[in-house]
Nanobody, 118 residues
Framework: QVQLVESGGGLVQAGGSLRLSCAVS????????MAWYRQAPGKQRELVAT???????NYADSVKGRFTISRDNAKNTVYLQMNSLKPDDTAVYYC????????????WGQGTQVTVSS
């Protein structure tokens, strides 16, 4: 059974930084592309950043230059370093494995709340 456990969220002032972690169990982690998503109150969940099994990355325009996704296959963990945070980054952040044709491979975890104050 696959488990996705996100952590590292919190309350931070605008301009601050946070590092999110997602521990993955129950899958052959290193073969999957992984991604971070976020859902703000009243909005749909959106894709923030992706990383392939080979380490290639892609970012939403809204976070380019500020966020960095990385992975440690030995630890079955994917990270999201978030710098220069803005109030618009306030959301619950989730990780999952994106499917090529849309959607995600696994059930969602509980997410981790990020709140950025102005």
């Amino acid at each position: 059974q696959v488990q996705l456990v996100e952590s590292g969220g919190g309350l931070v002032q605008a301009g601050g930084s946070l590092r999110l972690s997602c521990a993955v169990s129950g899958i052959f982690f290193k073969i999957d592309a992984m991604a971070w998503y976020r859902q703000a109150p009243g909005k749909q969940r959106e894709l923030v950043a992706t990383i392939t099994s080979g380490g290639s990355t892609n970012y939403a325009d809204s976070v380019k230059g500020r966020f960095t996704i990385s992975r440690d296959n030995a630890k079955n963990t994917v990270y999201l370093q978030m710098n220069s945070l803005k109030p618009d980054d306030t959301a619950v952040y989730y990780c999952n494995a994106p499917l090529l044709r849309g959607g995600v491979r696994y059930s969602w975890g509980q997410g981790t709340q990020v709140t950025v104050s102005s």
